[in-house]
């Protein structure tokens, strides 16, 4: 256990602080520099050179990056000067950031710069006015973040536009470049430095007068060169270039400076596609849906077997998949939770370190079929990977294959985690967990998918020679991922899953409610409202399901069913204050914990 109480006798006791470095304001806390914002430093540790440590009590159990940052710009904001270290108490975990370049420290407090290091970070900071220039401009910035989703999404929408009137190009084109322009944008904005600034674009076109426009798209294509080599698994076309002339990357750049997009709420990248694909690609039938943060962490907390236990257990080896991750929305969440129940827990810090190795190498796996999705998915799980370390394996676990996706009985590839190189496996029984949100609807007709599945043939037997396999003609990819979750779970294994209404109510669909029921035990069925997907332009009927893959004995009871009229999101994709899945929550683990009489539909 790590309190800022406790960290305050280890800063005089252990680090060589004198009690008249510590500054709490008077048990007021310690104001920032900053106008508007309301947070306080409830301890800031300076000395004569400067302010070395400022520390922050966070009032939630959990810490978003979002939250996380604006604790950084209030560090680079104290007077005096910015801090070297913003250090945030959540829960009763300490966790220390370097506010140079905004990475999480791993270090136990003990071991956290003692008065004499910290005073020459102080030093070093000190002698750089254009760093210093730069953090505060980063610190303003996000202290001022876009906040509202409907003003944000209109910002994207205005890029997307400009590359439109500007380039004159295809849907696809559009794509592909919007995409590079968010990317460059999501890298420079986690470096307190970021270039990625209407000043650094002019500056750098005005000492390179002699390249005319060409100036602006090399200043563009050296932040996406840099982009490359920091996540060449995600960019392996080296010859990959930003294509827009140099009005569009001065109006793209002019649009986006503004916002911080690692700091605006939710999955950004998720968002940004979902975007795209309502607006852009309707009629091609990409298949793909996001699911809203609110049904996703409905689904984890409905999946723990105690109201504050961690979802997987590492120790145990446990792994979790979703065959069709998109933009690795439910990913992210696993492994977040996964982190925060980690570091807050006390004991040998080796173990935990190597804990939080597996949980990067050996722990979330995912699949995708369609390309734009992956790399999404891919970079979205490095961004929020935290640790540096798993930064540079999470995503090498994120499958892609553009002919069958996570439609295929047993997969297996290469990875690569610098100090070890193996072969992955993703195949029968080989998981604790699926979570997942499958396309609705969506025919797959590939007779290689067909055939390997129960519900993608038919048996045809004749008397002169051997029975064969027929595949249908198609076959709904959710009816093909039910059947291949429950192949690939271990006995005993949790499936949750968002199902259209359809497969739990048509008489077409009655085999495969008869397959479900025998080989899992259904545990809960919640009906969502029409407007959960609405943002994506769906109005289909949908359920979370929760099933439990049979083990031998295990006999189908009672199912916990209910109805939620909100949850917590507006047709247009919004967030609401209207949100029945809490409710809904504490009473399935009321039912859990016991029988009772329980009236769960919403009045």
């Given at each position: 256990?790590?309190?800022?109480?406790e960290?305050?006798?280890l800063?005089?006791s252990?680090l060589g602080?004198?009690p008249?470095?510590?500054?709490?304001?008077?048990?007021?806390?310690?104001?920032?520099?900053?106008?508007?914002t309301e947070?306080?430093?409830d301890?800031?540790?300076?000395?004569?050179?400067?302010?070395c440590?400022?520390?922050?009590?966070?009032?939630?159990?959990?810490?978003?990056?979002?939250?996380?940052?604006?604790y950084?710009a209030c560090?680079?904001?104290?007077?005096g000067?910015?801090?070297v270290?913003?250090?945030?108490?959540?829960?009763?975990v300490?966790?220390?950031?370097?506010?140079?370049?905004?990475?999480?420290?791993?270090?136990?407090?003990e071991?956290?710069?003692?008065?004499r290091?910290?005073?020459?970070?102080?030093r070093?900071?000190?002698?750089?006015?254009q760093?210093?220039?730069?953090?505060r401009?980063?610190?303003?910035?996000?202290?001022?973040?876009e906040?509202?989703?409907?003003?944000?999404?209109?910002?994207l929408?205005g890029?997307?536009?400009d590359?439109?009137?500007?380039?004159?190009?295809r849907?696809?084109?559009?794509f592909?470049?919007?995409?590079?322009?968010l990317?460059?944008?999501?890298?420079?904005?986690?470096?307190?430095?970021g270039?990625?600034?209407?000043?650094?674009?002019?500056?750098?076109?005005?000492?390179?007068?002699?390249?005319g426009?060409?100036?602006?798209c090399?200043?563009?294509n050296?932040?996406?060169d840099?982009?490359?080599?920091r996540?060449s698994?995600v960019?392996?076309?080296?010859?990959?270039?930003?294509l827009?002339s140099?009005?569009?990357v001065?109006?793209?750049?002019?649009?986006?400076?503004?916002?911080?997009l690692?700091?605006?709420?939710?999955?950004?990248?998720?968002?940004a596609f979902?975007i795209?694909?309502?607006d852009?690609?309707?009629?091609?039938?990409?298949?793909?849906?996001?699911?809203?943060?609110?049904?996703?962490?409905?689904?984890?907390d409905?999946?723990r077997?105690k109201?504050?236990?961690?979802?997987?257990?590492?120790?145990?080896?446990?792994?979790?998949?979703?065959?069709?991750?998109?933009?690795?929305?439910?990913?992210i969440?696993?492994y977040?939770?996964?982190?925060?129940?980690?570091?807050?827990?006390?004991?040998?810090?080796?173990?935990?370190?190597?804990?939080l190795?597996?949980l990067?190498?050996?722990?979330?796996?995912?699949?995708?079929?369609?390309e734009?999705?992956?790399?999404l998915?891919k970079?979205?799980?490095?961004?929020?990977a935290?640790?540096?370390?798993?930064?540079?394996?999470l995503?090498?676990?994120?499958?892609?294959?553009?002919?069958?996706?996570?439609?295929?009985?047993?997969?297996t590839?290469?990875v690569?985690?610098?100090?070890?190189?193996?072969?992955?496996?993703?195949?029968a029984?080989?998981f604790?967990?699926?979570?997942?949100?499958?396309?609705?609807?969506?025919?797959?007709?590939r007779?290689s998918?067909?055939?390997?599945?129960?519900f993608?043939h038919?048996?045809?037997?004749?008397?002169?020679?051997?029975?064969?396999?027929k595949?249908r003609?198609?076959?709904?990819?959710?009816?093909?991922f039910i059947?291949?979750?429950?192949?690939?779970?271990?006995p005993?294994?949790?499936l949750?899953?968002?199902?259209?209404?359809?497969v739990?109510?048509?008489?077409?669909?009655?085999?495969?409610r008869?397959?479900?029921?025998?080989?899992?035990?259904?545990?809960?069925?919640?009906?969502?409202?029409?407007?959960?997907?609405?943002?994506t332009?769906?109005?289909?009927?949908?359920?979370?399901?929760?099933?439990?893959k049979k083990?031998p004995?295990?006999?189908?009871g009672?199912?916990?069913?209910?109805?939620?009229?909100?949850?917590?999101?507006?047709?247009n994709?919004e967030?609401?204050?209207?949100?029945?899945l809490p409710?809904?929550?504490?009473?399935?683990?009321?039912w859990?914990?016991?029988?009772?009489?329980l009236a769960?539909?919403q009045?």
């Amino acid at each position: 256990m790590s309190t800022i109480n406790e960290f305050r006798r280890l800063l005089t006791s252990t680090l060589g602080f004198s009690p008249h470095h510590l500054d709490d304001g008077a048990g007021q806390g310690v104001a920032t520099a900053a106008k508007g914002t309301e947070i306080r430093a409830d301890l800031l540790v300076k000395t004569d050179e400067g302010n070395c440590y400022a520390v922050f009590v966070h009032p939630a159990l959990t810490l978003s990056d979002s939250e996380a940052n604006r604790y950084k710009a209030c560090a680079i904001l104290m007077p005096g000067g910015p801090a070297v270290y913003c250090v945030i108490q959540v829960g009763d975990v300490l966790r220390s950031f370097l506010i140079e370049d905004g990475h999480e420290l791993q270090e136990p407090p003990e071991q956290y710069d003692g008065v004499r290091d910290a005073e020459e970070m102080v030093r070093e900071l000190a002698t750089s006015e254009q760093t210093r220039e730069r953090l505060r401009q980063w610190a303003e910035k996000t202290l001022t973040t876009e906040s509202s989703l409907s003003r944000f999404v209109k910002i994207l929408e205005g890029c997307w536009q400009d590359i439109w009137d500007i380039e004159n190009q295809r849907n696809d084109w559009i794509f592909d470049e919007f995409s590079r322009f968010l990317f460059i944008k999501l890298n420079e904005d986690s470096k307190p430095n970021g270039a990625f600034t209407l000043s650094r674009l002019k500056s750098y076109c005005h000492e390179n007068q002699h390249m005319g426009a060409q100036a602006a798209c090399t200043f563009v294509n050296q932040l996406f060169d840099d982009l490359k080599a920091r996540y060449s698994e995600v960019f392996t076309n080296e010859n990959e270039t930003v294509l827009s002339s140099a009005d569009t990357v001065e109006r793209v750049i002019e649009r986006l400076e503004g916002i911080n997009l690692r700091d605006t709420e939710g999955d950004v990248l998720g968002r940004a596609f979902e975007i795209m694909l309502s607006d852009t690609f309707k009629g091609k039938d990409l298949g793909q849906f996001f699911t809203p943060r609110e049904v996703v962490g409905f689904m984890i907390d409905l999946a723990r077997d105690k109201p504050d236990s961690p979802i997987l257990s590492l120790e145990g080896g446990e792994r979790m998949l979703d065959a069709c991750a998109g933009s690795g929305g439910f990913l992210i969440s696993v492994y977040e939770d996964l982190r925060r129940q980690l570091l807050s827990t006390n004991g040998d810090v080796a173990k935990r370190r190597e804990l939080l190795k597996r949980l990067g190498r050996d722990t979330i796996f995912a699949c995708e079929i369609e390309e734009k999705a992956a790399r999404l998915g891919k970079l979205n799980l490095i961004i929020h990977a935290v640790d540096p370390d798993n930064a540079r394996t999470l995503h090498q676990n994120y499958y892609f294959n553009n002919v069958c996706g996570g439609l295929k009985p047993e997969i297996t590839f290469k990875v690569d985690f610098g100090d070890e190189r193996r072969e992955q496996r993703i195949g029968a029984a080989a998981f604790d967990l699926v979570m997942t949100n499958p396309p609705f609807g969506k025919a797959v007709k590939r007779e290689s998918i067909l055939l390997d599945y129960r519900f993608g043939h038919e048996i045809r037997t004749f008397k002169t020679k051997p029975s064969e396999k027929k595949p249908r003609n198609s076959q709904d990819s959710e009816v093909l991922f039910i059947e291949h979750y429950l192949r690939i779970l271990k006995p005993g294994g949790k499936l949750l899953i968002v199902l259209a209404d359809g497969v739990l109510s048509n008489s077409s669909a009655k085999p495969v409610r008869d397959y479900i029921r025998e080989h899992a035990v259904i545990k809960a069925v919640i009906s969502l409202p029409t407007e959960t997907f609405a943002s994506t332009g769906s109005s289909i009927p949908t359920n979370v399901v929760y099933l439990r893959k049979k083990r031998p004995g295990d006999e189908q009871g009672d199912i916990f069913m209910a109805r939620a009229d909100a949850v917590g999101r507006r047709a247009n994709g919004e967030p609401s204050p209207e949100n029945d899945l809490p409710f809904i929550l504490e009473k399935f683990r009321e039912w859990q914990a016991g029988p009772s009489d329980l009236a769960v539909d919403q009045p």
